[in-house]
C-alpha cells in the first residue's frame, strides 16, 4: 500500500488555500510557515525560490540568527510530506535544491496555476464562444485569492497580488468576450466574484454594470453603481472616474447596445490600453535605409509561416547596421500591432550607463501598458507574468535594442497571443532556438551595390557624378554601414573636400583609422564596447591577431601567435565568434578590416614590442614547419 501511495501523481492548488493530492488523498501541508513556503513555491510555478526570500517572506524583519537553518528544517518536512519515506537530509526528486535556491518539479497538469495559463492562453487566441467558454473554465480554478488565509507578517506577498492580477485581467477579458458574443451569463458568476474582491477596481465594476445590463438587470446595475459610487467616496474621496461614468450612462441609454460596445470602458492598469492611449515609442526610422532585401524577406517568412513567431533576434558585428534595419523593420510591421510598440535599450554594451536589468526593462513596459506604479509587482517572475498575462490579450510589437545575453531577454517575450519582439546584439545570444517562435537573423555587411546606394541617397549629385570614388571609399569602408555613414556625415559637414580628396585620404591611411579623420574615435567607441566584454585572455588574442600576414587564418596559426595550445587558442576564438569580432569561414577565421585596424592600434598601445615581435616569430615558425612537412 505505501508503495503504491508513494507512487501516486502529486497535485497543488494555489488558487485559494494552499492544497496537495497524492493520488485522491489530500496531504496535510503541516505548519503555517510550510505552506507559506510551499505557497511562493507554487506561486513561482517551477521558477526557483532564493533561500533569502523565504526568509524575508517568513519574517518581516528582524529574522532570528536560527533563519535559514528553520527555511532548511522546513523544507525537509515538506520533502518528507510529498515523499513518505524519504530519509533525513535526502534531496528527494520533487522539492529540490540548487545551490541556494529551491523549486518545485510540476509539470503543466499538476498545478492549478498552470492549468489556468494554458486555458486563458488559448481564450486569447479564440473567439466567441469558444473563447468564453475557456475563459469560463480557466475561471472557474479560482476558489479564492491566490494562497488565500496565509499572509506574510501581515502583509500580501507581492507574488501573490501578481497572480491576482493574472485572475483580474482574465476576467475582464472573459467579459469583453462574453459581451461580443452575447453569452454574459458564463462569466457573470466569474465577474461577480472578482468585483467583491476588488471593489475600487473601477475597470472590474464597469464591466459588471456593462453584464449586469447585457442579462437583462439594469436595474440591479443602476443600484450596484449606486453602491460603487458611494465606496469610492466613502473610503478614497474620489468621484467615478470615466469607465464607470460611462458604462452608467450606458445604462440610462435604453437605445445603447447591450454588449456596451458604445461604452466599452478603456482597459485598466494591467489590460489593454484604448488605441489613443496606445504606446507608440518607436525610434524614427533611418531617411537612407538602403537594402537588405533578403533579411527583410527572410522575416516576412517566419512572421507568414504556419508556426506563430514570437521574437526575432538580430545579430551582427559592430557598426553593421543592426539598430537601423531593426528600427525600419519595426516601422514596416507596426500596422499589424494595433495595440502599440514599446521599445528599450537594454544597454547590454557601451561605455555609460549599467545594463539594464530585466526588471527595470519589465516596469516601464508594464508602466507603458497602463499598469499603475503601486500595481507593479517586486519580483521579477511575478512581473515577467503580469506582462504576458496583458500581451496575451493584445498585440504588440516590442523593440529589444542593444541586448546582452539570452537571460536578458527571456522575461521580456511573450507568451500566448499575437505580439512580437524584434531584438538587436552584436554577439550570438545562445538560447534563441529554444524557446518556440524564436529565430535568429544574422545580418552581414552590405553588397557592393547596397554601399553604393547609400552613400548615393545620403550625398546625392556628389556620389552620382564620381563613381570612381564611390568604389574607393566603399572598398576602404570594407562595405560596413557605419563607416560608410561616418564618412558620409564628414563629407555633408565638409562641403569643400570632395569625394575624391575623401577617398585620397582613406588611402593615405593604409588600412589605419586615422584616415577617417575626427570620426575615427566614433568607430573606436563603437568597437570598444565588444572588445570591452572579452576576457583579459581573448582580449589579447584579439590584438595579436593583425600581426598575422593575412586577413585569415587557421586556428593553428592563431594558436602560434598566441602561444597557446590548440584547445585554448579554439576556445578564446569562439570567445571572439561569439563576440562577432571574427567570423568563421571554411574553418579559417576572417577579422573586418576596421576590426582589424582598431585590434592593431590597441596592440601597439597595450603589448609592448618584444610581445608582439615573439608572436610573429612564432606564426612564422609555424609556417616554416608547415612547409617541411
Known amino acids: 500500500m505505501d508503495r503504491i501511495r508513494m507512487t501516486s501523481p502529486l497535485s497543488f492548488a494555489v488558487l485559494g488555500p494552499v492544497r496537495a493530492w497524492r493520488g485522491r488523498s489530500e496531504i496535510d501541508l503541516g505548519t503555517r510557515q510550510q505552506r507559506l513556503i510551499l505557497a511562493l513555491l507554487l506561486a513561482r510555478a517551477g521558477g ?3 533561500v533569502a526570500e523565504l526568509v524575508d517572506l517568513l519574517w518581516e524583519s528582524d529574522p532570528p540568527p536560527s533563519a535559514v537553518n528553520v527555511v532548511h528544517r522546513h523544507v525537509g518536512m515538506l520533502r518528507r510530506r510529498f515523499e513518505p519515506g524519504l530519509p533525513t537530509r535526502a534531496a528527494g526528486s520533487v522539492l529540490i535544491r540548487d545551490g541556494a535556491e529551491y523549486r518545485l518539479r510540476i509539470d503543466g497538469e499538476s498545478l492549478d496555476l498552470l492549468r489556468f495559463r494554458r486555458l486563458v492562453a488559448q481564450a486569447g487566441g479564440s473567439s466567441g464562444e469558444p473563447a468564453v467558454e475557456l475563459y469560463r473554465e480557466a475561471l472557474a480554478l479560482w476558489r479564492d485569492r491566490c494562497a488565500a488565509g496565509l499572509r506574510a507578517g501581515g502583509r500580501d506577498h507581492p507574488e501573490f497580488v501578481a497572480v491576482d492580477g493574472e485572475r483580474f485581467a482574465a476576467v475582464r477579458a472573459a467579459t469583453d468576450a462574453a459581451l461580443r458574443a452575447g453569452c454574459v451569463p458564463a462569466v457573470l458568476p466569474a465577474l461577480r466574484l472578482a468585483a467583491e474582491c476588488e471593489p475600487l477596481d473601477e475597470a472590474l465594476q464597469a464591466r459588471l454594470l456593462l453584464a449586469l445590463a447585457a442579462d437583462d438587470r439594469r436595474a440591479e446595475a443602476l443600484a450596484a453603481y449606486a453602491d460603487i459610487e ?9 468621484q467615478p472616474g470615466a469607465d464607470l461614468r460611462a458604462a452608467r450612462d450606458s445604462l440610462l441609454d435604453h437605445d445603447a447596445p447591450v454588449d456596451g460596445s458604445r461604452s466599452r470602458p478603456a482597459e485598466p492598469a494591467a489590460s489593454q490600453p484604448t488605441r489613443a492611449e496606445a504606446p507608440a515609442q518607436l525610434p524614427a526610422d533611418h531617411p537612407y535605409f538602403t537594402g537588405r532585401h533578403a533579411v527583410v524577406a527572410a522575416a516576412e517568412e517566419l512572421l507568414a509561416g504556419d508556426r506563430p513567431t514570437t521574437a526575432l533576434v538580430i545579430d551582427g558585428m559592430p557598426g553593421v547596421g543592426k539598430t537601423t534595419l531593426a528600427v525600419h523593420l519595426a516601422h514596416r510591421l507596426a500596422a499589424r500591432y494595433p495595440a502599440g510598440q514599446l521599445h528599450a535599450d537594454l544597454r547590454g554594451f557601451g561605455s555609460g550607463d549599467p545594463v539594464m536589468t530585466p526588471a527595470e526593462a519589465l516596469r516601464g513596459f508594464l ?45 521580456l517575450l511573450p507568451g500566448a497571443g499575437g505580439s512580437l519582439v524584434i531584438a538587436t546584439s552584436r554577439r550570438r545570444i545562445t538560447g534563441v532556438a529554444g524557446p518556440a517562435g524564436a529565430h535568429a537573423l544574422h545580418l552581414d555587411l552590405l553588397t557592393d551595390a547596397e554601399a553604393r546606394e547609400l552613400l548615393t541617397r545620403w550625398l546625392g549629385d556628389a556620389a552620382a557624378a564620381d563613381p570612381a570614388a564611390v568604389d574607393e571609399i566603399v572598398a576602404r569602408c570594407g562595405r560596413l554601414p557605419l563607416a560608410l555613414a561616418l564618412v558620409a556625415t564628414r563629407s555633408v559637414g565638409r562641403p569643400g573636400l570632395g569625394l575624391p580628396a575623401v577617398a585620397g585620404e582613406l588611402a593615405e591611411a593604409d588600412g589605419r583609422l586615422a584616415g577617417f579623420g575626427d570620426a575615427h574615435a566614433d568607430l573606436e567607441k563603437i568597437f570598444s564596447w565588444s572588445y570591452r566584454a572579452l576576457t583579459p585572455e581573448a582580449a589579447r588574442l584579439f590584438r595579436l591577431l593583425p600581426l598575422h600576414p593575412a586577413g585569415e587564418l587557421s586556428t593553428e596559426a592563431a594558436a602560434a601567435l598566441g602561444g597557446l595550445s590548440l584547445r585554448s587558442a579554439r576556445g578564446l576564438l569562439a570567445e571572439l565568434g561569439a563576440q562577432l569580432l571574427v567570423q568563421p569561414r571554411d574553418g579559417r577565421w576572417r577579422m573586418h578590416e576596421l576590426l582589424r585596424a582598431y585590434a592593431a592600434e590597441l596592440g601597439e598601445e597595450h603589448d609592448d614590442a618584444a610581445e608582439r615581435d615573439a608572436a610573429v616569430e612564432r606564426v612564422v615558425d ?8
Do not use: F, K, M
Open 48 to 50: 526557483a525560490v532564493s
Open 230 to 238: 458611494h465606496r469610492l467616496a466613502d473610503e478614497l474621496g474620489i
Open 367 to 411: 508602466r507603458s501598458l497602463g499598469v499603475a506604479p503601486a500595481a507593479i509587482p517586486a519580483e521579477l517572475h511575478a512581473q515577467a507574468g503580469l506582462y504576458r498575462t496583458i500581451l496575451a490579450e493584445r498585440r504588440v510589437l516590442i523593440l529589444l535594442d542593444n541586448c546582452r545575453d539570452w537571460d536578458q531577454i527571456r522575461h
Open 622 to 629: 609555424h609556417y616554416r614547419l608547415l612547409r617541411h612537412r
